[in-house]
């Protein structure tokens, strides 16, 4: 995961956070590249469904609280 943050330019801060939260917003790229899903809503709500953003989504905030129960 760390090779496709640098190899795509994601934000650098995300190699200093712990590794356990790279797979979100990895995982929305592979989402996009490999599965050709580019429903912006949907690749958002996947690249913050470990940590949560501000003035989430309805989609966002559901994707976040199945992943917490």
């Given at each position: ?20 939260l790279w797979h979100a917003?990895?995982?929305?790229y592979l989402v996009k590249?490999?599965?050709g899903i580019d429903d ?30």
């Amino acid at each position: 995961m760390k090779g496709i943050i640098q190899k795509e330019q994601m934000n650098p801060l995300l190699l200093e956070y712990s590794p356990e939260l790279w797979h979100a917003p990895v995982g929305a790229y592979l989402v996009k590249k490999e599965a050709g899903i580019d429903d912006q809503d949907v690749l958002t709500a996947i690249e913050f469904h470990t940590s949560g953003r501000p003035d989430m989504t309805l989609l966002e905030k559901s994707h976040l609280c199945r992943r917490l129960y």
